[in-house]
């Protein structure tokens, strides 16, 4: 999703077919999108314990999760 709509972004610009209030809005948006999408990611891993993560590593990242919330 955050793809395709980057994608159509930089398709309307090249093309000069919106606007720079415009432009400003949609880049907003795919950015927005972007770190929604990142923050899902990251709470599904940490759900499941960082499975594929090296020990250290894993242990360091969900304390530091516990301690942001």
Do not use: C, W
């Amino acid at each position: 999703m955050v793809l395709k709509a980057s994608h159509t972004f930089n398709l309307l610009d090249a093309r000069r077919a919106i606007s720079v209030t415009a432009r400003q809005q949609y880049i907003l948006r795919v950015r927005t999108l972007a770190r929604s999408v990142a923050q899902a990611y990251l709470q599904a891993r940490a759900r499941l314990g960082f499975p594929m993560a090296p020990p250290d590593l894993r242990d360091e990242v969900l304390a530091k999760l516990e301690a942001a919330q």
